[in-house]
């Protein structure tokens, strides 16, 4: 296949070293895969925009390189690896923890160099734009559980429910049988928080028993507060968003934790390597397979192209629950 020798990609980058980071849409040498490399060359298909992304691209919050083309998410064709992969014409998926993106250029572009160690294949029930979608949402609603180490007995508080992150959460724990309760700031769930903000509507729905874990996808420092108050005993809290509408600070009980033998837990997805993350996109892959999982529905994805990326950066800052995917080339 003859490629070009330029593509289109947003560009994060600063006009001085005092000013604040800038987006733009620019032409960029494709990346070149050196002879011996462990790097494979993707046609980018579609690729998902996450808060993530608004938070490394604009605010600069995880101070990674810069200059540096923004995105974790993707999905592809294979268009170079190295031989021994077989890789080469392979549909691939993927997300990333501390190299696209941070070390290296990330997604929203027409190409990516990608180590082969962070391709997985896409799952051929997904299209371009959900499997582009399904990245940073599911591999964190995974992590999310993981370190819940949820069992059949336990009830699940989910804050954000109506997130991306949080519907990762819920279709992954309805896949394993779990009992749930759902909760956001605007309807569609099973507790309105704008309408209910003490939760009283969480004993009722639990036959008047504190919920033993709580995944809180929200962000909302006093929402926080007020989850960690009516946390059970051996409770786990986990959480994964920045704290937004408010300081970072939260009051916590500490004798009460203590007394009740509660934990607490953050979660970040940042700190993962390309190997770590793949190892989670294959795993997710066969639930997606085997129909455990069915991903977002195709209408319910905003799908833009890259030159309406720059302006779906300030939709996604106002964390409305909107996702939108970068229809990056012809699917």
């Known amino acids: 296949m003859s490629l070009s020798k330029t593509m289109q990609a947003i560009y994060a980058s600063r006009p001085s070293a005092t000013a604040q980071l800038q987006l733009v849409l620019k032409s960029l040498p494709i990346p070149t895969i050196p002879s ?107 992590l999310m559980l993981e370190k819940a180490a949820a069992r059949a007995e336990d009830v699940i508080l989910i804050f954000g429910a109506r997130g991306a992150v949080g519907k990762a959460v819920i279709e992954l724990a309805n896949a394993k049988g779990l009992k ?54 051996s409770g786990r809290y986990i959480f994964v968003s920045a704290m937004r509408g408010g300081g970072p600070e939260v009051k916590v009980n500490v004798m009460k934790m203590l007394a009740m033998d509660q934990s607490l837990h953050g979660i970040n997805s940042w700190s993962l390597t390309l190997s770590e993350t793949k190892n989670i996109m294959d795993k997710l892959g066969k639930m997606f397979g085997d129909g455990d999982i069915k991903g977002p529905e195709e209408e319910s994805l905003t799908k833009i192209k890259l030159t309406d990326v720059i302006d779906a950066y300030q939709e996604v800052a106002k964390f409305d629950g909107k996702k939108f995917v970068v229809a990056v080339q012809d699917q």
Not at 205 to 216: F, M, V, Y
């Open 180 to 233: 749930t309760i759902t909760a956001s700031r605007v309807d569609g769930a099973d507790i309105n928080v704008t309408v209910d903000d003490n939760l009283h509507k969480v004993l009722e729905l639990n036959h008047g028993r504190a919920p033993s874990i709580i995944l809180d996808c929200a962000g909302s420092p006093v929402l926080m507060e007020k989850g960690i108050a009516i946390l059970g005993k």
């Open 36 to 142: 011996g490399s462990n790097t494979a060359l993707v046609r980018v298909h579609a690729a998902g925009i996450n808060p993530s992304d608004v938070a490394n691209a604009i605010l600069d919050r995880f101070g990674g390189r810069k200059p540096i083309v923004p995105g974790r998410d993707f999905a592809g064709t294979v268009i170079q690896a190295p031989s021994d992969t077989q890789l080469e014409g392979a549909e691939v998926y993927g997300t990333s923890g501390r190299e696209l993106s941070l070390s290296i250029d990330g997604t929203h572009a027409e190409y990516i160099a990608v180590p082969v160690e962070g391709l997985a294949i896409k799952p051929k029930c997904l299209s371009w734009t959900q499997a582009s979608a399904v990245g940073v949402p599911y591999l964190t609603a995974n």
